[in-house]
């Protein structure tokens, strides 16, 4: 599990302990993982890291409202098959050359069938892809609240038994079983059949000292100091009722234009400037700054006597 | 330990979280994996195939620590270590003073014993603890422990004992470190008995019998429900809404062959050299528009909480919703339920506007609404009232009404009450009824079902 979560971090993916057990477990049980929590907190990044960690391909499967099977399993591939028959009429007038009746004439054709009806002619959608594949995989299949409910009950027999049923071949068995990974915004409720099948992950905004070590990570450029203070200056505005909290990957937006902005000092002026990289409501936008800026000293002042300890005055 | 597991599982599933018999048989798994050594993996290996939705995953983290923990009770300190044989024998020459009883409970203080298994057992005899099976109640046993402990009496006993030494002689110093000692370990048995009183409690869940099925709730009458009726209640909406959910989507697939889209059609085509192989019809149905209008009084708290929880469990059928909540006046209360248990969310409601000395007033409701909300109702909005049409003889405003209703797609009225008790005494209920295009009586969840799944038929 250590390793796993080593392994997790070099490839810039700071993991908990719950995420490394939790990854280990789904390896070990082979079952898919079902990570909740609010957007932006790395759930897709988690994916890709893991393909990344295990060395396999990803392979990503986006849900949208009206996604069926044709988009996400496979689809016959009517023009090829048109055009074979078409170039290939020469040879099947041959086939049918010597035969005396209609009947036989069928009965040769429908030997034949079986070849229009083949791989060949099978349009490998993401879940097929998956699980044919000869390398083992890590299947991301994201924001799955998304898709309608009946997609649910259709990825259910992928996702327990690993295999997927074409009524034309037979059933296809996975050639190894993929990592599936299954992320979800709970916009809506997801079935009890499918996450019965799966493990449960909710991931949750980090934690200070977590969060800043991701900052660290992923934007090195940043001075040490100011990546305390504007990580918790984030940590305070989530404390705040706003329409939608800053996430993670907001946070490194931030830091990223902190950076390109070469500002040394979180100052009235930067903020007022960057923190619509953090806010996307207006509303937020205003009552963020209200809450800053009516401090009776400038909010820099503060954060330089006491550092840490100063974001609880914030809250409100 | 897997009879351990087995029970705590028992456990979850008397306090509401759904576990299946697959996912017990992946925690047993899970835990071969992670083996017991690591409390910490071990909690998040059972957390991980047991606990699948984001709201119990306070009752995991709730009683996971009574069932799986040392039991080695808190830490306590000997108060008698640091003590000169002269003080000694002081404090044993002021024991002396006290009843037997008192003097074995100070001592254990002094000296920081936890209560033994024995001790314990006999406090469990004392209280009668059957039938305590939710972890609401910890606290208030703990507190009756405390008091067959005599807790206050010890605490008196206490301060008598120092003043005694006091008298005697005994240094200030030392006389301090006694109390906060004591004091300390006073606490630390506090905490002992809380732990145990959570393992009971806990014990008493295992054994709890399952619940009784849902149907008799089903059919019962609103009016006749009581806080836990809505409980399984609100389960069973749940499940309910997932059903209809359902309907409602297959409908709405089976309903999309509309005319031929020959722009569409065209593009789809173009990898096949523009012959029609692909067909594409233009979309029939538009997911509806809702605009509810609930009134939130006592008589129909249950009947609207019931219905929002419905309308807003399959929110990913409609297309949007604007609720709004009145009893005297208009609240838009569509923000209160974003992300939000609605249970829950009706409880801030009805915190926003307490029911209580004024009175239901559907007409002034609708002048506020018609004054800042119209823009919500449009051709393709159905407009849905839920209420009893009791207006306390305010003056209904059909003329608003009748504006509202033309404006709308469709107008439903949801009413409780059978149609025999419409129009008498406050009730405005058959003036209202010609501009409803159609009225369902809910006076149950098998009603209310039933009407949800019609009213979004067009």
Redesign the interface.
Known sequence: ?QSLKNSLGQQKYIAS??IA??L??AQ??G?PV?T??PAGVGKTELAKAMAGVTGRELIRLQCY?GLDETKALYEWE??KQ?LYTQLLRDKLHDTLANTHSLKEAADRLSMEEDVFFSMRFLLQRPLLRAILSEKPTVLLIDEIDRA???FEAFLLEVLSDFQISVPEIGTLQAVHRPLVILTSN????L??AL????????IDYPALEQELAVVRLKVPELSPKLARQAVELVQSLRSMDLRKAPSISETLDWAKALVTLNADNLDKNTLETTLSVLLKHETDLQRAKRQLFNASQPPRDRRQDSGLGTSARWQN | MDQRIAQFIAALRASGVRISLAESADAFQAVDEVGIMDRDTFRIGLRTTLVKEARDLDTFEKLFPLFFQSSAPPPMMDATKGMTPQEAQMLAQALRQFTEEMRQMLEKLLKGQPLSQQELRQLDQMMNMDGINDMRYQNWLTRQMEEAMKFKEVRQAMEELLKMLREMGMNRQQIDQLREAMQANQQALQEQLRQHAGEAIAQNMVNKPREEDTDGAMNRPFRALSEEDMQTLRKEVRRLAAALRTRLALRLRRARTGQLDPKGTLRVNMKHDSVPIVLKHRDHTLKPKVVVICDISTSMRYTSELMLSMLFAIQDQISKTHAFAFIDHLEYITPYFQGKDPSDAVREILYLMPSGHYNTDLGSSLLSFSKEFMDTVDHRSTLIFVGDGRNNFNDPRLDIFHTLARRSRATIWLNPEPAALWGTGDSDMLKYAPYCGRIFQVGNLAQLADAVDQLLLH
């Open positions: 599990m302990d719950e057990t939790v280990f477990l070990q049980l079952k079902l909740e929590g409202e009517y023009a048109l309608d409910a009946e709970n916009t809506r409720e079935s009890e996450k019965r099948r799966c493990l449960y992950l909710f």
